[in-house]
Each structure stands twice: as structure tokens, then as C-alpha cells.
């Protein structure tokens, strides 16, 4: 069976029908100056950091057929799922549905809601637009999942104690075994990003596993080769 050299010990990888790579809020807001992660004080330069490593993921995924799930965080123009809590958290002066240089701040369908450039997805790939941190609550991702028959997730984007932490949290609670590629994630707090990793695989992988994306392309390799021997000599 493929593995990935994984902490705190190796993942067994299912089937690449069963495996989904989960690529969560790569946009325009979170990485470019101008969106939300700059209007909440943000230097957004550390989470572009991650871009190439997230695009050799999601080709590796396209090469074989295998499962990629986009999410982007963003509220609907009229804000009736943004709640009063969420819009006015903090003290910024641009606020969600607020409009600054990239359009309406994280509104779905403006431009700065959009995916960076060069993780665009392709016409056949799924796009979850969510209202909250985690992207299982108030979306169709359970149910996206389960059609597919997915049982593993792969876990990259920003940010790694927010968005991907909870997004993380909700698929263990839900069975899924998860692991999260400790280069294709980043946090405008690189010691945030570093707790997370820490407390993702502490008490033998209490929320999973963490694992470089060589590691992981490494065990992807082997799970592409034994499927094909299989394929080959059933
Ligand atoms: C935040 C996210 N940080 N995608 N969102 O508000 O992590």
C-alpha cells in the first residue's frame, strides 16, 4: 500500500479515487494588497510564498484524474449570510461588503473574491464558495464529498490557523482522515502556522497528519504506480 512519510507516522493512502486535494482560499483577498488579509492590518507578501508549491499539488492531481476541491471564502452582495458578528469584528476601516480597490471586500463574484491567476480552476473543477471559517459549514462540501466516495483529504492554502485549521477539525469530526502539507499552507503569522502544525499532529494525530509536498508527491507517485500494476495485472 502507498504511504506518505508522514508525522507523527505514515499515511496510508487510499485508492486516488478516494483522495481529494482540498485547496482552501486562495484568493485574491487573502493574497493580494487591497482584499480583507490587508484591510485586517495584514502584510499579504508570506502567502504567496506557498503559490508554487499549491500549483505543482493541484497539477499532480490533474495529471491523474484525482479529485481538487476549491474553496473561497466570500459572502453573497446583500451580506444576509454575514452575520452582524463576522462584519463588525475588529476595528479595520474597510469592513466585508465595504467596496476598496478590488471591489466589494469579500463578496462573492467581485474580483477580489476571485482565485489568484495561477490556481484558476478548470471548467471540470469544483469551486465551494463559503460563508464561515470552516468549509463544511452552510456549503455543499459533505455532500460533494460523499458522491465522490472521498475518504482522504489533502489539505493546502491560507490560512493555516483560520480557514484550513477549521476546515481541518470539521472533516476529522467527520471521519475523514486528513492531512495538511506543512509548505502548501501559510499564515500572515508564521508562529501561528507552526502551532498549528505542532497541535494538528500532537497526541498521535488528534486532528491527522502533517507532511512536506514532497513527501507527499513522493507517496502520490508510488500510489499512481501500484495502481497502475493493478491496473495492468489485476
Ligand atoms: C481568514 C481564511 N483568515 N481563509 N480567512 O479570515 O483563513
Redesign the pocket.
Known amino acids: 500500500m502507498a504511504q506518505i512519510a508522514a508525522q507523527p507516522y505514515d499515511y496510508t493512502l487510499p485508492t486516488g479515487d478516494r483522495l481529494a486535494l482540498i485547496i ?2 486562495m ?1 485574491r ?2 493574497l493580494e494588497p487591497g482584499g ?2 490587508e484591510a ?1 492590518g495584514n502584510d499579504v507578501t508570506p502567502l504567496r510564498e506557498i503559490v508554487p508549491t499549491v500549483q505543482t499539488l493541484q497539477q499532480a492531481f490533474r495529471d491523474r484524474g484525482w479529485l481538487i476541491i476549491q ?1 473561497v ?1 466570500g459572502h453573497h452582495p446583500d451580506l444576509s449570510d454575514c452575520p452582524p458578528a463576522k462584519r463588525d469584528r475588529g476595528n479595520s476601516e474597510l469592513k466585508i461588503g465595504d467596496v476598496g480597490p478590488m471591489g466589494r471586500i ?1 463578496v462573492l463574484g467581485e474580483p477580489g473574491n476571485g482565485i489568484i491567476p495561477e490556481l484558476t480552476p478548470q471548467a471540470n473543477e469544483t469551486v465551494i464558495a463559503k460563508p464561515g ?1 470552516g468549509a463544511f459549514y452552510a456549503t455543499a462540501l459533505a455532500t460533494t464529498l460523499q458522491r465522490h466516495g472521498i475518504t482522504h483529504l489533502l489539505f493546502t ?8 485549521q ?1 476546515t481541518m477539525r470539521e472533516a476529522n469530526d467527520r471521519g475523514y482522515e486528513c492531512l495538511l502539507i506543512e509548505d502548501g499552507t501559510a ?2 503569522f508564521p508562529e501561528f502556522k507552526q502551532a498549528t502544525l505542532d497541535m494538528v499532529r500532537a497526541q498521535g494525530g488528534i486532528v491527522g497528519w502533517t507532511a512536506t509536498a514532497e513527501q507527499v508527491l513522493a507517496g502520490l507517485a508510488q500510489l499512481a504506480a501500484e495502481t497502475t500494476a493493478t491496473t495492468l495485472h489485476p
Do not use: A
Not at 492554502?157 to 484550513?164: N, P
Open positions: 482552501i482560499d484568493q483577498d487573502f480583507f488579509g485586517l474553496t471564502e469579500l471559517k492554502g491560507v490560512t493555516t490557523e483560520v480557514c484550513v477549521s499564515s500572515y
